[in-house]
């Protein structure tokens, strides 16, 4: 998958532990989108890999969709993260987030034809129908991003949105595009 749409996605399963009970605020959104892009600092042309400082180094050592790919990475980079995390802001909610968004990730990925080894313990490599940076990916991002609006629109207003559900909906659906409409062109 593309970097856009594991940023939806860490953003997507954010929301859904904020249902339940998680709290909702930009920092932790945004370390659950950062826990989202950080797996793929296993490859050198990587979103985070070019923006990160020395995110080129990893992509030496290890193979793309091999060990940051893993539970087992994602329980130790978030132990790292999450420790710094936890030094500057004194909660432990930046940590699970990144977590949240980290496990997104290998989600989305083992949707892809590729799929992922979700342990380095195991043979189990489940994979999916998706073709990365393809139309088929869009469909998918357009449905990813429209149910995180419309989640994103509940949590903040749920009399609302509930009251006015097919103009949410619609709104939802306007946002979407204007979210994601020039990644949407960019699709093989």
């Known amino acids: 998958m593309m970097w856009y749409t594991h940023v939806v996605f860490g953003v997507l399963f954010y929301l859904i532990a904020v249902l339940f ?3 909702m605020n930009f920092l932790d959104i945004g370390m ?4 989202a892009l950080t797996p793929d600092i296993d490859h050198p042309k990587s979103y985070i890999s070019t923006k990160l400082p020395g995110g080129t180094v990893m ?3 290890v193979e793309h ?5 893993t539970i087992e990475a994602a329980f130790l980079i978030t132990a790292l993260v999450g420790g710094l995390a936890y030094w500057i802001t004194g909660s432990y909610w930046p940590a699970v987030a990144f977590f ?4 997104s990730h290998l989600f989305a ?3 892809t034809i590729s799929g992922i080894k979700w342990s380095r313990f195991s043979k189990f490599h489940p994979k999916g129908k998706i073709r990365t940076g393809t139309k088929g990916e869009g469909l998918v991002l357009i449905l990813v991003t429209f149910t995180t609006v419309m989640l994103f629109a509940y949590i903040v207003m749920p009399e609302e949105t509930s009251k006015n559900l097919g103009w949410a909906m619609l709104i939802a659906l306007m946002a979407t595009f204007a979210i ?9």
């Open 59 to 61: 992509p030496r050592f």
């Open 21 to 23: 009970g998680a709290p």
């Open 32 to 35: 659950a989108a950062f826990g």
């Open 180 to 188: 994601i409409g020039k990644k949407l062109k960019r699709l093989k």
């Open 100 to 103: 949240i968004g980290y496990i």
């Open 65 to 69: 969709r091999g060990a940051t790919h």
């Open 109 to 111: 990925d083992t949707l």
